[in-house]
């Protein structure tokens, strides 16, 4: 071979293999050996016994398969950031004297007032204190529609400010916000290892050694025993050295080691573009093998929010009259119920009704005010112990609430229920027909409990539960040897979400316990993901036996071929590293998989 020719193979050589060089020293300094330890060996003895092409082919493919690898893992990170808009640099700071000063996002405290303009973001999480407006909150739950934010309300940093100008007092510094933690925690979950990835990764220094040593007793075979030339052969007879060289590629585990890692990345990806974090691969994998969802009532089953059922005034004929000085003291308090009926009257008429004048909040009874020079209360009985009308008005009926509303010459009561979410029932028996027990686990009245099970098709209901009976629930489920998924969004689920096999948050507006505690956050609020977070972790198991099916196979039938039939180098190198290539591609399958929730996936 001329000389040139030989420096060209240097240099591709280098081209080729440097990359795999400065990673093997990396990993021999920590005393690990690995596949591109493998890759290196095998090129340096391919160049040992001439086969300078064969080993220069050998570090390209390796090469390519690991752009592509790169390539696909970048997919993954663009999905992941297009989830995000860049964080507003700067905001708008309210000071006391009603003066406005612009100042950098970093520097801003708890319990200060920013200004928020119509089409700029929200630069941290805080609390609304004047104005009305809408959010646009896709970017960190995926829900398209903006959402209505009336003073009292929280805003996430990061999300959009559709139309209202808003001020709002700082409930975190910004490097706590929703948004700032929902990278972190996805971060950490493309880092953290599912548990057949830790198996694999238990054998890889074993495994190299193992390799070597069959490849070394190969070639020994093929030397003494079937007298083969040790370094030289021909093209009719490859020398020992040549088939142990091809042994060793073609059982280098390049596809079995990526098989895994690629498809819990593109599974966590795919989850996140859905407004689901699975906080690592442990929790994609194991969510697939439940066979047991325990659901909160308030705030999972049902949306933790109230909406009126009926109207009751006395006159009769009067409801809207009876509605309006309802908001018009409603609108002043923080109170859930009070919160609700302002919204009505605001969605009713597209504006807010005019204040109450001397206001008054009555703790644990009601609130007071003037509306037009008339006295109006509104509250529960004990606000009005000396009224009539009261003597003749049967208790609301079981799972409503009352609230009372009197003025001189009106009264009357609003009835309202903490509603189901929509998608409740229809969850309940996808779930059940996919062979998944679905209980009812709630502190709640057993009344309420048993009209909600009704109306929802739920036959396992548990109610008057404290959280400590929740968690003795979940562990006799556990000790009956069933797996258990727990979905809550209150700090009282946090114990039996601790508990819980895999255990599910619903939204950021859960708690902060909530959110610390579960292994998979439903980001939008939506109750129906949990079906599309179990179609996507039956897709990731199913991909990960895939790629294991693919990798094994591969290597099982090029290592066979290579003993019995001396399949050549360039052909056991084109088949190893075609192999990663596949099983990378068939992960990414995760990425495009089509899934909506209540909408069962072919699995």
């Known amino acids: 071979m001329h000389h040139y020719a030989i420096w060209c193979y240097v240099i591709a050589y280098l081209l080729g293999g440097w990359d795999a060089l400065i990673a093997t020293w990396e990993k021999l300094t920590k005393g690990i050996l690995e596949i591109h330890f493998l890759m290196i060996t095998v090129a340096i003895g391919a160049a040992s016994i001439g086969a300078w092409w064969e080993g220069a082919a050998l570090l390209f493919l390796f090469s390519l398969s690991g752009a592509l690898e790169a390539m696909a893992m970048a997919r993954t990170e663009k999905e992941i950031k297009s989830l995000f808009r860049d964080s507003p640099k700067v905001a708008q700071l309210l000071a006391a004297d009603g003066s406005v000063s612009e100042v950098a996002v970093d520097s801003l405290v708890k319990g200060q007032i920013v200004r928020v303009l119509p089409g700029a973001q929200y630069p941290v999480d805080a609390k609304v204190q004047t104005g009305q407006t809408a959010a646009d909150e896709s970017m960190l739950t995926g829900e398209s529609l903006p959402v209505d934010k009336l003073p009292g309300d929280t805003v996430f940093g990061g999300t959009l400010n559709t139309w209202g100008v808003v001020d709002t007092e700082i409930l975190r510094p910004p490097s706590e916000s929703a948004h700032v933690r929902i990278i972190r925690l996805i971060r950490d979950a493309q880092a953290s290892k599912a548990p057949s990835q830790r198996f694999t990764d238990r054998f890889g220094t074993p495994y190299t050694l193992g390799i070597l040593g069959l490849s070394a007793l190969a070639f020994c075979w093929w030397y003494f025993v079937k007298g083969l030339p040790a370094w030289q052969g021909d093209e009719h007879t490859p020398s020992a050295m040549y088939r142990a060289m091809t042994f060793l590629v073609v059982c280098s585990p390049c596809a079995l080691v990526i098989s895994i890692p690629s498809a819990i990345l593109a599974g966590i990806a795919a989850a996140a573009k859905r407004g689901i974090l699975f906080r690592g691969g442990i929790a994609l994998e194991n969510l697939a093998t439940i066979n047991r969802l325990a659901l909160d009532k308030t705030g999972t089953l049902t949306k933790g929010e109230f909406e009126i059922v ?60 003037t509306i037009d020079g008339e006295a109006v209360a509104q509250g529960r009985r004990s606000l009005f112990p000396n009224s009539k009308w009261l003597n003749d008005l049967a208790d609301p009926p079981v799972g409503l609430t009352e609230v009372l509303v009197e003025t001189p010459n009106l009264a009357g009561r609003i009835l309202l229920r903490d509603a189901p979410r929509p ?89 902060d316990a909530v959110l610390e505690q579960a292994d998979v956050i439903l980001l939008n609020d939506q109750l129906g993901n949990v079906l599309t977070a179990l179609s996507l972790s039956k897709r990731c198991r199913a991909i990960i036996r895939q790629n294991l099916a693919i990798s094994l196979g591969v290597l099982l039938i090029l290592a066979l071929g290579t003993l019995g039939f001396a399949i050549p180098l360039p052909v056991g190198v084109l088949g190893h590293e075609g192999s990663t290539v596949i099983v990378v591609l068939n992960s990414l399958r995760i990425l495009w998989m089509k899934t909506s929730y209540l909408k069962s996936a072919n699995l």
């Open 310 to 369: 009926s109207i009751e005034s006395n006159p009769s004929g009067r409801e809207d009259e009876l509605l309006v000085k309802a908001a018009s003291l409603s609108q002043q308090s923080t109170h859930p119920l009070s919160r609700t009926i302002a919204a009505a009257w605001l969605q009713k008429n597209g504006k807010l009704a005019a204040n109450a004048a001397d206001y008054e909040s009555l703790a644990g009874k009601g609130v007071k005010g």
């Open 423 to 511: 998608e409740s029932k229809q969850l309940i028996a996808e779930m059940q027909a996919l062979g998944v027990k679905v209980a009812m686990l709630t502190g709640d009245r057993p009344e309420s409990a048993a009209l909600l099970a009704g109306e929802l098709g739920l036959d396992d209901t548990r109610a008057g539960l404290s959280p400590e009976d929740k968690v003795m629930a979940i562990r006799q489920w556990r000790e009956q040897g069933e797996i258990v998924a727990m979905v809550g969004d209150g700090v009282n689920d946090a114990p039996s979400l601790a508990v819980a096999d895999v255990s599910m948050g619903m939204g950021l507006r859960g708690s």
